[in-house]
Nanobody, 114 residues
Framework: QVQLVESGGGLVQPGGSLRLSCAAS????????MGWYRQAPGTLRELVATISSGGNTNYVDSVKGRFTISRDNAKNTVYLQMNSLKAEDTAVYYC????????WGKGTLVTVSS
């Protein structure tokens, strides 16, 4: 079983930046892909970015050029650097471990507002 804990959310003004972190338990972190998802009120959860065990990344079109996903296998942590934030980025952000049936964290709230 994998436990995930997200951190780094908060209130930021439009155009600002935040870095989210997701710390994973266990010793197999380096061999599985990780993803960041988000869910705004009244909407379905959507995929934001993924990173493979080898470091290959993919992004939803709406965040390309603004968000960067990365991982530090020595720290069992995946990051989401978010720049040029917009009001429409406001959501609860979740990380997911793509191993077995998949494991989710509890999320961290990002609010972009002036």
């Amino acid at each position: 079983q994998v436990q995930l804990v997200e951190s780094g959310g908060g209130l930021v003004q439009p155009g600002g930046s935040l870095r989210l972190s997701c710390a994973a338990s266990g010793s197999l972190f380096s061999i599985y892909a990780m993803g960041w998802y988000r869910q705004a009120p009244g909407t379905l959860r959507e995929l934001v970015a993924t990173i493979s065990s080898g470091g290959n990344t993919n992004y939803v079109d709406s965040v390309k050029g603004r968000f960067t996903i990365s991982r530090d296998n020595a720290k069992n942590t995946v990051y989401l650097q978010m720049n040029s934030l917009k009001a429409e980025d406001t959501a609860v952000y979740y990380c997911k471990a793509n191993i077995g049936m998949g494991y989710w964290g509890k999320g961290t709230l990002v609010t972009v507002s002036s």
